[in-house]
Each structure stands twice: as C-alpha cells, then as structure tokens.
C-alpha cells in the first residue's frame, strides 16, 4: 500500500493543547480523504463524515475526547498497554504476523521498539506497524516508545544499541560537565533522529538521585544531587520535546523516571529484580528524591513512570506507608505527584509489575540454566495477588498505562464486573490519545526512509556528540596527563590505529614507551549471576580486590613508565589503590578512543566535574546513608571535583 510520508507531517509547530491553524500534510493511501471548505481530514473512522476527532482544528484534548466516546470497552482497554513491537527470529526486523495479532487483535496502540538497525530500516519497519495500525476499525496510529539510543551502555531493558545514532556520553556524563544548554541541545538531536525514523517517546530521562553508590544504574542519572538533576532534566525534557512550553507536533513525548527513591536502592541491588525490591529513605529525604522531578515537571513532561522499588520509609510523620511497589501506591501516585507536586501527564507503570512471581521470580535460575525473562515480574507487594487484582490496584492507584504486557482482558474483566468504573477508564484514555493528537500522528503517522537515513548520526551530530564525550572527561590527576603529538605510547583499551590517527605512536612494550594510557572499568561483583539482570548488571563491591588482574596489570605497568589511568566510572569506584600508582587520573562517563585522545591532547579541554563523590573505602561506603547525597567520609574525591589539564581547579563556571 503506498502511503505519502514526511519528517514531522504537520506544517506549523504549535504550543501543547493548541488546535492547527493550517492545513496539516495528510499521510495518504491507507484512509479516505475527506474535503470540507477546501481543506483536507483523513475519515480515520470511514464513515464518510467529519467527526471531532478527525478535525485537526480542534484542540488534541477535544479530539480525544470524542475519539474516547467512539471507542468500545476493549479498544479503551488497549490503549492502557504498552508491550514490545516483537522482533523478527532474525532480530533485523518486527514480526508483522506477531504485530499483527497485538495491533488488530489486542487493540494495541503503543508498543516500545528494541529493534537495533540504522535509520533507514527503523523508519521502514516502524512505517510497516503504522499501517497495521491503519487497518483497524478505527485507524488509530501508534506510538511507538524507546529506551535511550544514545549512549554506550546496552543493557536489556534499560537502552537500546544504537545503531548508526550520533553518540554522547551517559546521562553523568552531562551530569559531569553541568551545562543545561548542552543537555537541551543533545535532546533536539535526539528528537530530530527520533522522529526521523517513527519514534514518538522517549521512556526517559532518568532523575533519580544516585545517594548510594553501589546502585547499578546511576550512569542512567545526572548525579546525586537533587537542585541540579533537577535542572538539567529539564533541559532532558525541553530538548526532547521541543520547547519549554510541554510537548510541540515536532517533539518527542518524554517519561520522566522512577517516581520516586530509586537511587537509595537497598545495599544497590536494582528494583528489577527480587533481591532489589525495596528502597531505604527517610521523609525528609524522599522530598529530595522528589524534588529532582521538578524541572522536568516545569517543562511540561508528558508522562512519569513510577519506581519498581517497595519504598521503607523512616520517620514520624504519622502516616503508613504500604508495602507495595510505587505503580501500586496511592499516596505516591496520588497524594506525592499529582497533589502536592501537581502532576497532570499521564503514569506508565514500569515493566512487569502486573506479571505472577513465581520461582524463577524469587529465587532465580537454577545452576546450569541461563536467565531469561522466562518468569520476569516486578509485582512487588502483590507478588500473591491475581493478575486482575494488580491491574486493579495499578489503575486504583493512578497508573493509566501498563509496560510490559499487551493483554489488556484483566482491565475489560474489572469494568464488567464493577471494580473499575468507566469514567476512570475514560480519563486514562483521553490522557493517552492526546499525546498523539498533539504529535500529529492522526494526520500522518509515517516517516520518510530516506530522509531518516540523512539524518540519523548526520555528521555534525556526530561531532557534537564527540566533543560533549571530551568535555564530560572528569581530570583527577593531572601530572603529565597532556599528550603531545610524537609521543611514544603503550597503550591498554585504546586502539592503536587511533592514535596514530592523532599523531601518537603507539609501542609494543611499556618499557619503550615514554606514557602509557591504560582504559579500565570500575570494579564490580557479579552476586546474583542466577537472575536475568543480576546476570547482566554491575553489583556489590565499588573496590578492587588485592589480587585483582587488572589492578595488578596496572601495576605492572606504572612501575615501568610514566601512567595514566582512565576508568570508566558506571558507578562511584573506590580509586584509593590507583592514586599512588599513576601518573594521571582521569573519570570517564562514556567516551571514545577518539574523544579520550582529542581531550588528552588538548584538542577538546576535558570540563567534567565529579557528579557523586568517589568514596576512599569500602567501610566508607558501608557507613554512609544509601538515601542521603554525598555523606561518605571523608571522600577520596569530593563532588564537583574536576582539574583542567595543567592541573588547576576548575571552576564551577567552567563545569557544573
């Protein structure tokens, strides 16, 4: 079927909630075209007549909400799911057949994309489920939602490869270099190569706070400190959905993550998992957590997505606080962000929490198998309850949208047998339906595949995307850390051909070298290998032991030549046994060997300033409140400690 496309399809940007004032481009083909007055309507109902939600000049929340009175109970009920557009066997492409049975059968209309392609066959694939879409009793366009594309870490539900995106450094690399300009500019490339390819939300940014340190998602976070995550994800969000004035046609939906005390994470083990399930805060602490949502409110964030975490809460204030995970509680979702912090989007509960936990929930794969999301749930606290029961909760709760599962038959069950009403149905509904009203996708849902491959990694977001990874390099040492052109070099994680690309000359032993550069990770534990994300993710201990191999490569090394050490810093490690041994010391939060050289030569002054301080002991940490920002004693580096490459102090005007 041939369809019209364009980049955006709607010719004049418009403020959130304003009607178009001028003929939107119509995508073509899939629906009859309806002619009133001269002016053009896509009859997404096919019934010949112009009904209000077929109008684009009214309001996105009028179009929504006689869409809404158009739509059966099971049609309602599919707008409140958010499953994975499944893949090809392959992985090169979607299932259409798969697709198909969600989309026609399931009434689906979001689905999240975890296709790894360039921007071409992204914009191809996610044109083919558009017009799935447009084939149903009413043409109701996808949203089609990602985890962030942008950066270096891959991991399985949490980012996406991305293939052929420009690439910057993690959110603490922004976090590192505090420039709320450079965040909102990373965010209007992002969109641009969003859009380009048929991606309308971003299930991101992440504000949680990263207070205790071993938690194996703070390189998602801008830092561990509440006033300024709070102004930078709201450059996150006036970036990505262009403009500070809410969501614009041409922007990108954001979901501001994870209402709320993530980042205090028991011992650090993460919320998707059950040995990661509960969170330690105190009242006055949770209100810090909180308030890094605020710039993203201020900008008019569209949608939040609730903590997977059963919040334990210390104080006395006088209120209890049940023992359920955020989707489930109403005083998070109800009294904490829309009453005291007046949130008005819409709430996407996180993957998994309306799934039964069984065995393989709880106690992880037996020895011998290899985790899968084979009995993947996130139903903390209502781990006993039914699948109806959770959806009941969720809804009851505040959630309007449920990740992770397109079986929207345990929300048409609860309305028929009275347990929901059809009026909290109705309003969920009209929430979500506006957001793709607002986008223009009911007016044209399709991208241009050519037009995706010019500007997905176009060369200047490719350069801009280099030097913010330069910028974001934080120095903590800076004796003789400057390279100069003709310098031998021994070199561990770099790529040789690299540097002799920057003028370097790259050696075969350290005892023939003049410098080494020697790229390391933090350290960390695999403790619960037996579980799909402990399998995959960077737990326990933030220090080397005595013996281990890369330290001891490391020492072996300094010993022989003049050394600089750059340790990618996905966690707050403990540097104390590299300090005395090398030459330099650099933090890196997601650079290049290109990016690593251009700063170390001066090329692109490396900015960054520690976002969380990097503790000096193990009992250091142990003693320190997993809830608190930078409380450690007596840190080895505090926050916002960065050098300039001749070792100065830089200042916060220069950084943060």
Same mark, same amino acid.
């Given at each position: 079927?041939?369809?019209?496309?364009?980049?955006?399809?709607?010719?004049?940007?418009?403020?959130?909630?304003?009607?178009?004032?001028?003929?939107?481009?119509?995508?073509?083909?899939?629906?009859?075209?309806?002619?009133?007055?001269?002016?053009?309507?896509?009859?997404?109902?096919?019934?010949?007549?112009?009904?209000?939600?077929?109008?684009?000049?009214?309001?996105?929340?009028?179009?929504? =909400? +006689? &869409? #809404? *009175?158009?739509?059966?109970?099971?049609?309602?009920? !599919?707008?409140?799911?958010? $499953?994975? @557009?499944?893949?090809?066997?392959?992985?090169?492409?979607?299932?259409?057949?798969?697709?198909?049975?969600?989309?026609?059968?399931?009434?689906?209309?979001?689905?999240?994309?975890?296709?790894?392609?360039?921007?071409?066959?992204?914009?191809?694939?996610?044109?083919?489920?558009?017009?799935?879409?447009?084939?149903?009793?009413?043409?109701?366009?996808?949203?089609?939602?990602?985890?962030?594309?942008?950066?270096?870490?891959?991991?399985?539900?949490?980012?996406?490869?991305?293939?052929?995106?420009?690439?910057?450094?993690?959110?603490?690399?922004?976090?590192?270099?505090?420039?709320?300009?450079?965040?909102?500019?990373?965010?209007?490339?992002?969109?641009?190569?969003?859009?380009?390819?048929?991606?309308?939300?971003?299930?991101?940014?992440? =504000? +949680? &706070? #990263? *207070?205790?340190?071993?938690?194996?998602?703070?390189? !998602?976070?801008?830092?561990? $400190?509440? @006033?300024?995550?709070?102004?930078?994800?709201?450059?996150?969000?006036?970036?990505?959905?262009?403009?500070?004035?809410?969501?614009?046609?041409?922007?990108?939906?954001?979901?501001?993550?994870?209402?709320?005390?993530?980042?205090?994470?028991?011992?650090?083990?993460?919320?998707?998992?059950?040995?990661?399930?509960?969170?330690?805060?105190?009242?006055?602490?949770?209100?810090?957590?909180?308030?890094?949502?605020?710039?993203?409110?201020?900008?008019?964030?569209?949608?939040?997505?609730?903590?997977?975490?059963?919040?334990?809460?210390?104080?006395?204030?006088?209120?209890?606080?049940?023992?359920?995970?955020?989707?489930?509680?109403?005083?998070?979702?109800?009294?904490?962000?829309?009453?005291?912090?007046?949130?008005?989007?819409?709430?996407?509960? +996180?993957?998994?929490?309306?799934?039964?936990?069984?065995?393989?929930?709880?106690?992880?794969?037996?020895?011998?198998?290899?985790?899968?999301?084979?009995?993947?749930?996130?139903?903390?606290?209502?781990?006993?309850?039914?699948?109806?029961?959770?959806?009941?909760?969720?809804?009851?709760?505040?959630?309007?949208?449920?990740?992770?599962?397109?079986?929207?038959?345990?929300?048409?069950?609860?309305?028929?047998?009275?347990?929901?009403?059809?009026?909290?149905?109705?309003?969920?509904?009209?929430?979500?339906?506006?957001?793709?009203?607002?986008?223009?996708?009911?007016?044209?849902?399709?991208?241009?595949?050519?037009?995706?491959?010019?500007?997905?990694?176009?060369?200047?977001?490719?350069?801009?995307?280099?030097?913010?990874?330069?910028?974001?390099?934080?120095?903590?040492?800076?004796?003789?850390?400057?390279?100069?052109?003709?310098?031998?070099?021994?070199?561990?994680?770099?790529?040789?051909?690299?540097?002799?690309?920057?003028?370097?000359?790259?050696?075969?032993?350290?005892?023939?070298?003049?410098?080494?550069?020697?790229?390391?990770?933090?350290?960390?534990?695999?403790?619960?290998?037996?579980?799909?994300?402990?399998?995959?993710?960077?737990?326990?201990?933030?220090?080397?032991?005595?013996?281990?191999?890369?330290?001891?490569?490391?020492?072996?090394?300094?010993?022989?030549?003049?050394?600089?050490?750059?340790?990618?810093?996905?966690?707050?490690?403990?540097?104390?046994?590299?300090?005395?041994?090398?030459?330099?010391?650099?933090?890196?939060?997601?650079?290049?060997?290109?990016?690593?050289?251009?700063?170390?030569?001066?090329?692109?002054?490396?900015?960054?300033?520690?976002?969380?301080?990097?503790?000096?002991?193990?009992?250091?940490?142990?003693?320190?409140?997993?809830?608190?920002?930078?409380?450690?004693?007596?840190?080895?580096?505090?926050?916002?400690?960065?050098?300039?490459?001749?070792?100065?102090?830089?200042?916060?005007?220069?950084?943060?």
């Amino acid at each position: 079927m041939g369809v019209a496309v364009l980049l955006v399809g709607i010719a004049t940007p418009l403020a959130s909630g304003a009607a178009m004032r001028h003929q939107p481009v119509l995508a073509d083909g899939d629906v009859p075209v309806l002619l009133r007055g001269g002016l053009r309507f896509r009859d997404l109902d096919r019934d010949g007549r112009l009904s209000p939600f077929e109008d684009w000049r009214k309001t996105p929340e009028a179009r929504a =909400a +006689d &869409l #809404a *009175t158009r739509m059966t109970l099971v049609e309602k009920a !599919g707008v409140m799911v958010h $499953d994975a @557009a499944p893949l090809a066997a392959n992985g090169q492409g979607y299932d259409p057949a798969a697709a198909g049975a969600l989309i026609r059968d399931g009434h689906v209309v979001t689905l999240i994309s975890r296709l790894a392609a360039s921007g071409r066959v992204l914009a191809e694939q996610n044109n083919a489920l558009q017009r799935i879409a447009a084939g149903a009793r009413i043409a109701i366009p996808l949203t089609i939602s990602t985890d962030p594309r942008h950066h270096f870490q891959v991991l399985d539900g949490a980012s996406v490869a991305g293939t052929g995106f420009s690439k910057w450094p993690e959110a603490t690399g922004f976090g590192a270099i505090g420039d709320p300009a450079l965040v909102e500019r990373f965010g209007d490339i992002a969109r641009q190569e969003y859009r380009a390819v048929g991606l309308h939300q971003a299930l991101s940014p992440m =504000a +949680d &706070l #990263a *207070t205790e340190p071993r938690w194996s998602r703070i390189n !998602g976070t801008f830092g561990e $400190d509440s @006033a300024s995550v709070s102004r930078l994800v709201g450059a996150y969000v006036r970036g990505f959905q262009h403009g500070g004035n809410g969501l614009m046609p041409d922007g990108v939906s954001t979901v501001v993550k994870h209402w709320v005390g993530y980042g205090a994470s028991d011992k650090g083990y993460d919320g998707h998992s059950w040995y990661g399930r509960y969170a330690l805060l105190s009242v006055r602490s949770l209100r810090a957590h909180a308030d890094a949502f605020r710039g993203a409110f201020a900008a008019g964030a569209t949608g939040v997505m609730p903590t997977y975490a059963i919040l334990k809460i210390a104080g006395r204030d006088g209120r209890r606080y049940p023992a359920v995970g955020a989707a489930f509680s109403r005083y998070l979702l109800g009294d904490l962000l829309r009453g005291r912090y007046r949130f008005g989007g819409f709430v996407l509960s +996180d993957w998994g929490v309306t799934k039964d936990c069984g065995p393989l929930c709880r106690d992880g794969f037996p020895a011998g198998r290899t985790p899968t999301r084979e009995g993947f749930s996130t139903a903390w606290g209502l781990e006993t309850a039914s699948v109806e029961d959770r959806f009941v909760r969720g809804i009851a709760a505040g959630v309007d949208q449920f990740g992770g599962t397109g079986d929207a038959g345990p929300i048409v069950a609860a309305v028929r047998g009275g347990r929901v009403a059809m009026a909290r149905i109705d309003r969920s509904v009209r929430r979500l339906l506006a957001i793709k009203f607002r986008l223009g996708l009911f007016e044209n849902p399709y991208v241009d595949p050519a037009q995706a491959a010019r500007i997905v990694g176009a060369p200047g977001f490719r350069a801009e995307g280099l030097r913010a990874q330069s910028r974001a390099l934080v120095v903590l040492k800076a004796d003789g850390v400057r390279i100069a052109p003709g310098t031998r070099i021994y070199l561990v994680g770099v790529d040789p051909a690299v540097a002799r690309a920057q003028g370097l000359i790259p050696v075969a032993r350290p005892e023939e070298a003049e410098r080494a550069l020697v790229r390391m990770t933090a350290p960390w534990r695999g403790e619960h290998t037996q579980y799909f994300y402990g399998a995959k993710q960077h737990e326990g201990s933030l220090a080397w032991a005595a013996d281990d191999p890369a330290l001891t490569a490391f020492r072996a090394v300094a010993a022989k030549v003049p050394t600089t050490a750059v340790v990618y810093l996905d966690r707050p490690a403990i540097l104390t046994p590299l300090v005395p041994l090398a030459k330099g010391l650099i933090g890196e939060f997601g650079a290049s060997d290109a990016a690593l050289l251009d700063a170390l030569m001066g090329r692109v002054p490396p900015e960054g300033r520690l976002p969380f301080e990097l503790p000096s002991s193990e009992a250091a940490v142990a003693a320190q409140a997993g809830d608190l920002p930078h409380d450690s004693r007596a840190p080895l580096f505090p926050i916002g400690y960065g050098l300039t490459l001749a070792g100065a102090p830089l200042r916060p005007s220069q950084g943060s």
